[in-house]
């Protein structure tokens, strides 16, 4: 984590998270990195200018019409100096100025003059950050390239719990970090992961799937990708976009799942299969819409779908690695541990899918890394958190 002589404009916006900030600006600093700060109005009401002043030994911008330090105009010269531009805090305001090209004070307008990469932590109310406005907003900033860190879920300032904190500044640096000394250590390997959930079709308009989101595969898929992989995703029905770069295969049901994976698998030294797949599907398909039969109930039977884990572990290669999921709603570690073995797998990624903050359908997760040597719980975190940690362990099995 070294970032001497690396050039960092960070942008503080109004919310009690600015004091975060501050240790942010100091830790960057300790790193060697040049640090410029732009404060908006609301900021200067949470921390005093000169506490970032004295921290980064840089004067804070807080005016769009304060008299230059540079010899350009101050926004343009802000902007073309950053080798990265952070916002932390990032409220919901100042996302929304970011999606619809608002330039109304100095940071709205210097950011929307950089052409460095940019990294938004976001800090909020939960009510707020859950709101489709603020999500839409996220949703369109990803999709331009920003880069986004947070937020972290717990007890917030305004007494309520869940998602919104500002993540903690030793994380926003390690993502600094990343997005300027970008990790290659996958570069070579070739890398499939499954993500999503499958269907199972009852007739051509309705099926049985589960909740898988796909937003734990694509998190692993993104990661390997931007650590030097060459990534396939393997994916069902997912709520999110697939990640730029990576190759996709699309599927259905659990059987066009196992046919792809019989094929692919073999060919890839890392396989991730966090797929949510349904283990039972409709013994007949119906060709046509099934009718309502008045006041009769509808009764199905359901054969047992193909075990596509235990298949690819049978089809295992050497120095191949195997990493499976886990989504247990009781005696988790026996359950994963039970399934580490018999589908010959390196390790499984176990998590507890009714626990608050984790599983299905949110940007977070906890879960449980077991190997054949031992497991390591890891706190609530980001997906993308989790993944590099996956990842990480991946390499350490691998060596």
Request: glycine share 8%.
């Amino acid at each position: 984590m070294d970032l001497t002589g690396r050039k960092i404009v960070l942008g503080v916006t109004g919310g009690i998270a600015a004091y975060k900030s501050a240790v942010l600006v100091s830790r960057l600093r300790h790193l060697g990195a040049e640090v410029h700060v732009i404060m908006t109005k609301n900021a200067t009401e949470f921390v005093s200018p000169l506490t970032f002043q004295t921290l980064s030994s840089n004067q804070v911008v807080t005016d769009t019409f304060q008299a230059p330090e540079y010899w350009n105009v101050e926004h343009v010269a802000l902007a073309k100096l950053a080798d990265i531009f952070v916002i932390a805090p990032a409220t919901a305001n100042i996302l929304a100025k970011m999606t619809a090209g608002i330039a109304d004070d100095m940071l709205s307008t210097t950011v929307l003059a950089t052409k460095a990469p940019i990294l938004a932590a976001p800090a909020m109310n939960t009510g707020m950050w859950t709101a489709d406005a603020t999500q839409a907003n996220v949703t369109i900033l990803k999709e331009r390239g920003v880069h986004f860190v947070g937020p972290d879920s717990g007890m917030l300032a305004c007494g309520d719990e869940g998602a919104g904190r500002m993540s903690e500044p030793e994380t926003i640096v390690g993502a600094i970090c990343d997005l300027l000394n970008p990790r290659r250590d996958l570069a070579g390997l070739k890398v499939i992961i499954t993500a999503g959930a499958t269907r199972e079709r009852l007739d051509p308009v309705r099926f049985i799937t589960n909740d898988s989101s796909g937003k734990m595969g694509f998190a692993l898929a993104e990661a390997a990708r931007d650590r030097g992989a060459e990534v396939t995703a393997v994916c069902g029905s997912v709520s999110v976009p697939v990640p730029e770069g990576i190759r996709t295969i699309r599927i259905e049901s659990a059987r066009e799942l196992y046919d792809v994976m019989i094929r692919e698998a073999p060919q890839h030294d890392i396989v991730i299969q966090a797929a949510a797949v349904c283990d039972y599907r409709p013994a007949e398909t119906q060709s046509t819409k099934i009718k309502k039969a008045e006041g009769q109930p509808m009764i199905l039977t359901l054969t047992e779908n193909p075990d596509i884990a235990r298949a690819v572990g049978e089809l295992k290669q050497k120095g191949q690695t195997l990493v499976g999921f886990a989504a247990e709603t009781d005696h988790v570690q026996k359950n994963a541990k039970e399934k580490l073995k018999k589908k010959n797998l390196d390790m499984i990624v176990a998590n507890d899918v009714t626990a608050p903050g984790a599983g299905f359908n949110v940007d977070t997760n906890i879960a449980t890394l077991i190997t054949k040597n031992g497991s390591e719980t890891q706190p609530l975190q980001t997906k993308r958190q989790l993944a590099d940690v996956i990842l990480d362990r991946i390499l350490d099995l691998r060596k």
